[in-house]
């Protein structure tokens, strides 16, 4: 006999004296899955993944719950801010039958398939911004030896509380069953979804880090045309058929086709080659727009003296202006914008757009470091190439630890100023520059960011 759920729980039944089901938000083939209240965390929401396998016999369920307690084990061990945290595994008994569930945080947002439903197709922006947000988690879960094997647009949640993307629904339950199935000679489910997932894992049940980066490209040009994967992939030719359908930069157009690769080793190996792949593709981008800055800088011809101190004037005002446009950039990236923000942004700005998601951090927080120091003064030609790689690399770190505890980079810049202004109140009113004469308080600035920044993840 059958040894899968009989029956779904009812609103408000309390598991265990703790945990009361508010409703069901999903089932599959080994399992429903409840939105329930921790009554012992303050009624903080989670989630309760119901393990019920179709086996036959006791010894066999015994022997699914200890896989399906193995693969929990190794998930409950990672620790990254965009995916759900595995609180516990629960054993209860419901109406007299042995239950089996997975307790885990409860990620409240929207799935990107209910905001492709609600607004229809996303930007490149928007999906640039929703791949370069999961490169480092999939980094992180392949760097534990985990394939997540199920990556899709409803799988990934843009989370309500920062905008950021939170990566669901690990394969374990399934991987578990399936052992069981195998050793009995039974079929096998398919642990991913038709046409998200590439053909090693859907065919022969085999997954390796390319093949999530594979999921996500298809989630990518999903979200990109709107239509499904049976629309885009032509099964025939056994090639992806999507370029007709939606415009985009031709350096996002030759990643996602090399990730969509149908051999594993014509794909890229790891996500942090993915990563390497777009900023590098992008560096044309970033140099054109640099290269702008400089022209703007260098007065042509030859001026007189006067000329010169209004034009440092003028140009300066443009570059702050800039540099203002896109910290405001780097600042909304981790929200999905609105159809209004879209509308206000000039065609000639998605370059400039696409090269504030994809820019160097350290380019850009070097931008709003020095710009956030004091009052301007003119810019020099080679102001962005005369810092050491040591001291670039020093930025960066800054850059990203600010971002990674989810600060606001302008208030905590401005609390940095205050500091060193009330250690060295002479300087207030003087930008600090690249040239040697400020190495030294260039030093002591970076020490005090990173000395609060030490206290903001002491408390955190």
Not at 53 to 73: H, I, N, T, W, Y
Not at 266 to 275: K, L
Not at 358 to 384: C, E, H, Q, T
Not at 387 to 393: F, G, V
């Amino acid at each position: 006999m059958s040894r899968t759920s009989a029956s779904v729980l009812r609103d408000g039944i309390i598991l265990n004296n703790r945990y009361r089901i508010v409703k069901q938000i999903g089932q599959g083939g080994f399992g429903r899955a409840y939105l329930a209240e921790d009554t012992h965390r303050y009624r903080e929401l989670c989630v309760l993944k119901e393990f019920a396998p179709q086996v036959e016999s006791d010894r066999d369920l015994r022997k699914a719950e200890d896989l399906f307690e193995r693969e929990a084990g190794i998930l409950y061990k990672l620790r990254h801010k965009q995916i759900p945290q595995f609180e516990a595994l629960l054993r209860t008994r419901v109406d007299g039958r042995r239950s089996l569930f997975l307790v885990q945080e409860y990620i409240e947002g929207e799935s990107y398939w209910e905001l492709l439903k609600r607004k229809g197709k996303l930007t490149e922006a928007e999906v640039v911004n929703m791949i370069w947000e999961l490169l480092p988690v999939l980094d992180y879960i392949h760097a534990a030896e985990l394939i997540h094997r199920d990556i899709s647009p409803d799988n990934l949640i843009c989370r309500e509380l920062d905008g950021k993307t939170a990566l669901i629904d690990f394969g374990c339950v399934k991987i578990a069953a399936n052992a069981v199935s195998q050793a009995r000679g039974n079929s096998v489910t398919l642990i991913g979804k038709q046409g998200y997932s590439p053909h090693e894992q859907i065919r022969h049940g085999q997954a390796f880090p390319c093949s999530d980066l594979y999921s996500l490209a298809a989630t990518a040009i999903v979200l990109l045309t709107g239509k499904q994967v049976d629309e885009l992939y032509d099964s025939h030719e056994g090639r992806w058929d999507w370029e007709s359908e939606v415009k985009v930069s031709s350096s996002l157009r030759k990643v996602l086709n090399k990730m969509l690769a149908d051999k594993p080793s014509d794909r890229y190996a790891s996500a942090e080659e993915v990563r390497q792949a777009l900023a590098k593709e992008n560096n044309s981008i970033i140099n054109s727009f640099i290269s702008r800055i400089c022209t703007l800088i260098v007065a042509p011809g030859n001026r007189d003296s006067s000329d010169s101190s209004n034009f440092n004037s003028q140009t300066h005002s443009k570059i702050s202006h800039l540099s203002t446009k896109a910290r405001n950039i780097s600042r909304q990236i981790t929200r999905i914008p609105s159809k209004s923000d879209f509308k206000k942004v000039k065609p000639w700005q998605w370059g400039m757009i696409t090269a504030g998601v994809l820019l160097v951090p350290g380019l850009i927080s070097f931008a709003v470091i020095r710009n956030r120091i004091s009052p301007p003064i003119a810019f020099k030609r080679d102001a962005a190439v005369s810092l050491s790689k040591t001291e670039q690399n020093l930025q960066q770190q800054i850059y990203q630890r600010v971002e990674s505890l989810n600060l606001d980079a302008g208030a905590f810049y401005d609390r940095v100023d205050s500091v060193f202004h009330d250690r060295y109140p002479e300087l207030k009113g003087i930008q600090l520059t690249e040239q040697p004469e400020h190495q030294n308080y260039r030093q002591i600035w970076y020490e005090i960011a990173t000395s609060l920044l030490n206290q903001q993840e002491t408390r955190d």
